[in-house]
């Protein structure tokens, strides 16, 4: 026999709460809460979250890489490689301003900075993959120039690929 309320209707079992789809509900909000907020907490926190620093490496292979053979002999050039998803190597030295013209004209015969163009800098140029100069590697070059006031040249150079 069922049992009845005062008022006269039968009594109808509660059901647990693990079987409500409130319940439910609220735990994936709560849940999709703490993953986002330990994402944003993730990149906060951490100067490179995706590992596109730069690491130094070995000047040989950044020059391989880069499609060039030598620099100035003056040059104490800094290299570094790098990046998420597209590669990257950067070659940067200062050396006398004959000695940059003199390895330029021999690294990359027939072409010449420009000083039109560039942002920055006082002179710039790129060779993009395909053209007749560019390295056989299939990287983009960028090579870009600051004159300095003793006579020498603060040298840029970037590689990378597309």
Excluded: H
């Excluded at 950067?90 to 000695?99: L, N, S, Y």
């Excluded at 072409?111 to 060779?127: A, K, N």
């Amino acid at each position: 026999m069922n049992e009845q309320s005062v008022y006269g209707q039968p009594l109808v079992e509660r059901r647990p709460l693990y079987r409500t789809v409130w319940l439910w509900v609220v735990l994936a909000v709560v849940l999709a809460m703490l993953t986002f907020g330990t994402v944003v907490v993730l990149f906060l926190t951490t100067d490179d979250p995706f590992g596109a620093e730069p690491d130094v490496i070995d000047c040989a292979k950044a020059l391989a890489d880069a499609g060039l053979e030598t620099l100035p002999a003056a040059a104490e050039p800094e290299c570094a490689a790098g990046g998420f998803q597209d590669a990257f190597v950067t070659i940067d030295f200062v050396a006398p301003r004959a000695d940059v013209d003199a390895w330029l004209r021999t690294e990359l015969p027939g072409t010449e900075l420009q000083d039109e163009g560039c942002v920055d800098v006082d002179g710039c140029l790129q060779i993009s993959y395909g053209e007749p100069d560019a390295p056989e590697n299939g990287w983009t070059l960028d090579i870009e120039t600051v004159d300095r006031a003793d006579g020498t040249v603060a040298v840029a150079v970037a590689a990378y690929s597309l």
